[in-house]
């Protein structure tokens, strides 16, 4: 499930009832998804779902925790890569992370800032008279 849908879909794989983490996905997610899920002791659950002509095998990959839910699990930072590091939202969906937080960058462009009207070219643009 993506990290910006947080809605809870619990399906019956191999004859379990499991949470879906994610459905649709290709072998590399799942490989992904399925090592970092059992080093944080899940147990997991894969069902294939066969492409049609011309399309790619995908797999739906859930946990037997009925209380699981993603979303909560990697804002809450519960979960844990086997390096030590948690589990952030760009390391979950195998983005690039950024060290330097986006929205502190605005101290390193002007340091002089005293208030908002600093940070904004037009302060007047998103303001109501």
């Given at each position: 499930?993506?990290?910006?849908?947080?809605?809870?879909?619990?399906?019956?794989?191999?004859?379990?009832?499991?949470?879906?983490?994610?459905?649709?996905?290709?072998s590399d997610r799942l490989t992904f998804l399925k090592e970092l899920l059992e080093f944080n002791q899940f147990e997991?659950?894969?069902?294939e779902v066969p492409g049609e002509e011309g399309h790619a095998t995908t797999y739906t990959i859930g946990v037997t925790?009925?209380?699981?839910?993603?979303?909560?699990?990697?804002?809450?930072?519960?979960?844990?890569h086997p390096n030590g590091r948690k589990v952030s939202p760009a390391s979950w969906d195998q983005e690039k992370e950024v060290e330097h937080l986006p929205y502190f960058d605005y101290r390193e462009k002007n340091p002089d800032a005293v208030n908002e009207d600093d940070f904004v070219q037009n302060p007047w643009a998103y303001r109501t008279v």
């Amino acid at each position: 499930m993506p990290l910006n849908k947080g809605k809870h879909i619990v399906q019956e794989i191999d004859g379990v009832l499991c949470t879906v983490v994610e459905s649709g996905i290709n072998s590399d997610r799942l490989t992904f998804l399925k090592e970092l899920l059992e080093f944080n002791q899940f147990e997991v659950k894969v069902v294939e779902v066969p492409g049609e002509e011309g399309h790619a095998t995908t797999y739906t990959i859930g946990v037997t925790d009925l209380v699981f839910n993603p979303v909560i699990a990697v804002y809450e930072k519960s979960l844990k890569h086997p390096n030590g590091r948690k589990v952030s939202p760009a390391s979950w969906d195998q983005e690039k992370e950024v060290e330097h937080l986006p929205y502190f960058d605005y101290r390193e462009k002007n340091p002089d800032a005293v208030n908002e009207d600093d940070f904004v070219q037009n302060p007047w643009a998103y303001r109501t008279v």
